[in-house]
């Protein structure tokens, strides 16, 4: 019996060793990083099938270190086949006290833009309010600067929206995600964080925060503008803004999904909008000063 499991276990290696390497590299695509890279011990001609992989996922979460995370990153950029990458995930976990700086984080969208990946994700563990958040122009402002940035998708998770937000380099951006992010609002009386995406087509918002909301950070009020020429989908969860304007002359899907207190929409220019998605919850009050703010 053990004889014929092991020729039926043999017969199934072979066939995967078969498999010709683009659908190898395919499969592989599906895995974190790690994994991928331990599949190179299952058969000899998958020992380099990692290197070719479109896909790096990177999650601290599966490291007890956050030194040894940030060596096993590096080892992985500095032999990984240089061509051929389609998408770039880092997750970061809980890592200020086991040393962490933003150098890794640097180095891997570096990585990423110079070798023309069309997705980014970058999820950062920490609280918006945390001094550990991540600052947009601490990390993006010197790496975006070039015209040759092939970004189409880029998604964030814990950070701080400054004013470096949407540099020359992300022209070529048609889908954004922004989650459980701080936007800087400064003194500006209406902030407008997206005009910088000419091409932008998808945008989803979820538990955006205007900093005005921390008085310790800023106490003037954030009004925010939501501009796109070429925008057809926009999905707004839990965005907390004391006024959003809207001027989408194309958005075609509108979703909120948010507590009525913060409904306080004007100036809503869709004229192509087909389709509305909206979950409230909570209790709304109108009164006078209201009538012009809640308008939907």
Partial sequence: MNKKRKAVKERRRD???RLPEPIIHHIFSF????SAVQTSVLLRSWRSAWKHVPVLDFSQHSFQRYSSFHRYVGNVLSLRYPLNLRKVKFADGERRSDGRDDSLV???IQYALSHAARHLV???????ISPDIYRFSDLFGSTTSSSNCNLETLELEGFEIDSGFGSPGFRMLTSLDLWTCLVACGEEEVLEPFSNFPCLKHLSLRDLLGDFLFPEINDHPGHMKIYGLEL????LHTVKFYRIEIDAPKLEFFG???DVEWLYYSNLILPSLDHVDIGLHGKLRFDEEDKECVAL
């Fill in 256 to 258: 909120i999904w948010d």
């Fill in 106 to 108: 640097i180095r891997v």
């Fill in 15 to 17: 066939r995967l060793s």
């Fill in 232 to 235: 057809v989908s926009l999905k």
């Fill in 31 to 34: 895995l974190a990083t790690r």
């Fill in 122 to 128: 970058i999820d950062n563990a920490d609280d918006v």
